[in-house]
């Protein structure tokens, strides 16, 4: 098959961890070990996210006293790319001597008349305490909203409307390579009435992105990997339910949170409407077992499971 997977930013550094290079480095090995045996099997195409670090890089800059202003998004945007594509570049380089690893750094085209800029919701950088959040947000601008059980700065996240170097990931497929791109969702940039493009002040999310790309490369699969085994129902409440195989329509029926779980479950929804693909939400380490449908939430068009060349029908409720 060919497979567009994404790694999720928690993936690669966890919330109560330091955002260390060692540390993240090592949680890239992690990813790695989990994401280079599907490699064998099928075409993989590796984005992934960058809230942790691209709020540490912008925590960075406003602090840098050599700086009239900060770095504007899209450039640190671009410096996450880097930064996270050369760590899965050289890892994956390391557990597939055999293969071709291309880390691509690629820009992602929004509308300048989103609605999104004018109602930031995309998480970025480390957690706070709420009275710590607020401060931050009275010294410098932010907008800050409650992730679970802490406060962090949210941005604006603007829809993706195309990869813009989506033809070269498909000419990096079709030579055999494993293709690592559109990191954080892909540098914001709009195009101006000359044609000519720009970026902006934004984070797009890498879900949403990763959905538009995989239904641009005809992928026969589309595989969110993040922190969680699955979807769960009333996630946080003794009631919490989780979801293991499902239609879009069915999943569409709840609400998920905006600035997490929203924005996977509408990737995959979007992506198996318009392809007839199948797409999976679920933890990283269990990638193989999701692919199998032994593990994760998965959405096919049928609401099915093939296990063992049986088709096993588990409804949603």
Same mark, same amino acid.
């Given at each position: 098959?060919?497979?567009?997977?994404a790694?999720?930013g928690? *993936?690669?550094?966890?919330?109560?961890?330091?955002?260390? @290079?060692? &540390?993240?480095?090592?949680?890239?090995?992690? !990813?790695?070990?989990?994401? !280079?045996?599907? *490699?064998?099997?099928?075409?993989?195409? &590796?984005?992934?996210?960058?809230?942790?670090?691209?709020?540490?890089?912008?925590?960075?800059?406003a602090?840098?006293?050599?700086?009239?202003?900060?770095?504007?998004?899209?450039?640190?945007? /671009?410096e996450?790319?880097?930064?996270?594509?050369?760590?899965?570049?050289?890892?994956?380089?390391?557990?597939?001597? +055999?293969?071709?690893?291309? $880390?691509?750094?690629?820009?992602?085209?929004?509308?300048? @008349?989103?609605? /999104?800029f004018?109602?930031?919701? %995309?998480?970025?950088?480390?957690v706070?305490?709420? $009275?710590? !959040?607020?401060?931050?947000?009275? *010294?410098? #601008?932010? +907008?800050?909203?409650?992730? #679970?059980?802490?406060w962090r700065?949210?941005?604006?996240?603007?829809?993706p409307?195309?990869?813009?170097e989506?033809?070269?990931i498909?000419l990096?497929?079709?030579?055999?390579a494993? *293709?690592v791109? /559109?990191?954080?969702? =892909?540098?914001?940039v709009?195009?101006?009435?000359?044609?000519?493009l720009? =970026?902006?002040? @934004?984070?797009?999310d %890498?879900?949403?992105?990763a959905?538009?790309?995989?239904?641009?490369?005809?992928a026969?699969f589309?595989?969110?990997?993040?922190?969680?085994?699955?979807?769960?129902? =009333?996630?946080? +409440?003794?009631k919490?339910e989780?979801?293991?195989?499902?239609?879009?329509?069915?999943?569409? /029926?709840?609400?998920?949170?905006?600035?997490?779980?929203?924005? %996977?479950?509408?990737a995959v929804?979007?992506?198996?409407?318009?392809?007839? =693909? +199948? !797409? @999976?939400?679920? $933890?990283?380490?269990?990638?193989?077992a999701?692919?199998?449908?032994?593990?994760?939430t998965?959405?096919?068009?049928?609401?099915?499971?093939?296990?063992?060349?049986a088709?096993?029908?588990?409804?949603?409720?």
């Amino acid at each position: 098959m060919r497979v567009v997977t994404a790694l999720g930013g928690n *993936a690669l550094l966890q919330r109560t961890e330091r955002p260390d @290079a060692a &540390i993240q480095l090592a949680n890239v090995h992690r !990813a790695v070990d989990a994401l !280079a045996p599907l *490699a064998d099997q099928h075409e993989l195409v &590796i984005t992934h996210g960058n809230g942790p670090q691209v709020g540490v890089l912008a925590l960075q800059s406003a602090a840098d006293r050599s700086l009239s202003s900060p770095y504007p998004f899209d450039v640190l945007g /671009a410096e996450t790319q880097g930064m996270i594509g050369y760590w899965l570049l050289q890892s994956l380089q390391n557990a597939l001597p +055999t293969r071709q690893v291309c $880390a691509l750094l690629n820009q992602t085209l929004v509308s300048a @008349a989103d609605p /999104a800029f004018a109602d930031p919701q %995309k998480f970025v950088g480390p957690v706070y305490e709420r $009275a710590e !959040a607020e401060r931050l947000a009275a *010294a410098r #601008g932010w +907008t800050v909203r409650p992730d #679970g059980g802490h406060w962090r700065r949210v941005v604006p996240s603007p829809r993706p409307q195309r990869v813009v170097e989506t033809r070269l990931i498909r000419l990096l497929l079709d030579s055999g390579a494993v *293709a690592v791109c /559109a990191g954080g969702g =892909g540098v914001p940039v709009v195009r101006d009435e000359q044609g000519r493009l720009a =970026g902006v002040e @934004a984070v797009v999310d %890498k879900d949403l992105t990763a959905a538009l790309l995989a239904e641009a490369l005809d992928a026969d699969f589309l595989l969110l990997l993040t922190d969680v085994p699955y979807v769960e129902l =009333g996630h946080g +409440t003794p009631k919490a339910e989780p979801v293991r195989h499902t239609t879009p329509a069915r999943l569409r /029926a709840h609400r998920f949170p905006a600035g997490s779980m929203g924005p %996977k479950v509408e990737a995959v929804c979007r992506f198996v409407e318009l392809t007839g =693909g +199948t !797409a @999976a939400i679920g $933890a990283l380490e269990d990638a193989q077992a999701i692919l199998d449908g032994a593990a994760g939430t998965v959405v096919s068009p049928s609401g099915r499971a093939l296990r063992d060349g049986a088709l096993t029908h588990q409804e949603l409720r």
